[in-house]
């Protein structure tokens, strides 16, 4: 019993000493007007029968028939297609987040416009995307590439809360999103337990210094996309850079410490 009593005085000891140095440690507020905008490219087929394929920032491809009816992707999320009329489509994505993107065309079919809401309980979030297009073709259909992209957000303030996960490891939450992922850094994947998380998501990091780690995002076992996160010398600003597996698009999010 004592021998048990000293292991987890030395375990208590240790996790309040990481909470107390540790700078990824702490609760860090979005900062929208910091973050740089991406380029995407964006490509929709018109595969006949109604059915389109889509392939988006992420670079994976999802076939999908323009009923409305949402189905099941690879990855486990669900997503479903429509047309409103002869300018406007509309998307919905739900991977615990739900997503409702409209399509506009504009009259020329020159650019393409997409709205994203992103509506939560406690956080609304939507962001605005032109594209320009870099192949031929007619309404929505064809390859196209972003030019601008405006950002907004009402409510509170998205928030990302790192803290303490055992003796060497960290909890990543997002309350807004219900998302939760707690791992340790020894190269093993971590399922992601939120209640916003769909099943057969993971992570898998490694720290390669007190100020830098890499993280993997995983769908069923295969890698979705690799992050860098990284805290500023003076602990005030975290910068978090990731990349798709399947896509040349860059996508950065500037955090600072609250």
Same mark, same amino acid.
């Given at each position: 019993?004592?021998?048990?009593?000293?292991? =987890? /005085? +030395?375990? *208590?000891?240790?996790?309040?000493?990481?909470?107390?140095?540790? !700078?990824?440690?702490?609760?860090?507020?979005?900062?929208?007007?910091?973050?740089?905008?991406?380029?995407?490219?964006?490509?929709?087929?018109?595969?006949?029968?109604?059915?389109?394929?889509?392939?988006? &920032?992420?670079?994976?491809? +999802?076939? +999908?028939?323009?009923?409305?009816?949402?189905?099941?992707?690879?990855?486990?999320?669900?997503?479903? @297609?429509?047309?409103?009329?002869?300018?406007?489509? #509309?998307?919905?994505?739900?991977?615990?987040?739900? $997503?409702?993107?409209?399509?506009?065309?504009?009259?020329?079919?020159?650019? =393409?416009?997409?709205?994203?809401? @992103?509506?939560?309980?406690?956080?609304?979030?939507? $962001?605005?995307?032109?594209?320009?297009?870099?192949?031929?073709?007619?309404?929505? %259909? /064809?390859?196209?590439? &972003?030019?601008?992209?405006?950002?907004?957000?009402?409510?509170?303030?998205?928030?990302?809360?790192?803290? !303490? %996960?055992?003796?060497?490891?960290?909890? @990543?939450?997002? !309350?807004?999103?219900?998302?939760?992922?707690? $791992?340790? *850094?020894?190269?093993?994947?971590?399922?992601?337990?939120?209640? /916003?998380?769909?099943?057969?998501? &993971?992570?898998?990091?490694?720290?390669?210094?007190?100020?830098?780690?890499?993280?993997?995002?995983?769908?069923?076992?295969?890698?979705?996309?690799?992050? #860098?996160?990284?805290?500023?010398?003076?602990?005030?600003?975290?910068?978090?850079?990731?990349?798709?597996?399947?896509?040349?698009?860059? *996508?950065?999010?500037?955090?600072?410490?609250?």
């Amino acid at each position: 019993m004592r021998l048990h009593g000293l292991w =987890l /005085g +030395v375990v *208590f000891t240790a996790t309040h000493l990481l909470a107390a140095t540790d !700078p990824f440690v702490g609760t860090w507020v979005y900062n929208i007007q910091e973050s740089p905008k991406p380029t995407i490219q964006y490509t929709i087929k018109d595969l006949g029968g109604e059915r389109y394929a889509l392939t988006g &920032s992420t670079g994976v491809t +999802v076939e +999908v028939k323009a009923d409305g009816i949402p189905i099941k992707t690879p990855s486990g999320d669900t997503v479903s @297609f429509k047309k409103l009329d002869e300018h406007d489509w #509309e998307m919905v994505r739900d991977d615990g987040q739900k $997503m409702v993107r409209t399509y506009t065309i504009s009259p020329d079919d020159k650019t =393409l416009t997409l709205h994203d809401v @992103f509506d939560e309980p406690e956080n609304k979030h939507e $962001m605005t995307t032109k594209y320009g297009r870099l192949t031929p073709g007619n309404n929505i %259909f /064809g390859k196209w590439q &972003s030019f601008s992209m405006e950002e907004k957000s009402s409510g509170k303030e998205l928030k990302l809360i790192i803290t !303490p %996960f055992g003796v060497d490891g960290l909890s @990543f939450s997002v !309350p807004a999103e219900k998302h939760l992922s707690e $791992m340790k *850094f020894d190269g093993k994947a971590y399922a992601d337990r939120g209640e /916003g998380d769909t099943g057969g998501r &993971s992570s898998s990091g490694k720290r390669v210094n007190d100020h830098l780690l890499q993280i993997d995002g995983l769908a069923n076992g295969e890698r979705e996309d690799s992050a #860098e996160l990284r805290v500023s010398d003076d602990g005030k600003r975290l910068t978090v850079v990731s990349r798709p597996a399947h896509s040349s698009a860059v *996508f950065t999010m500037v955090w600072d410490k609250q």
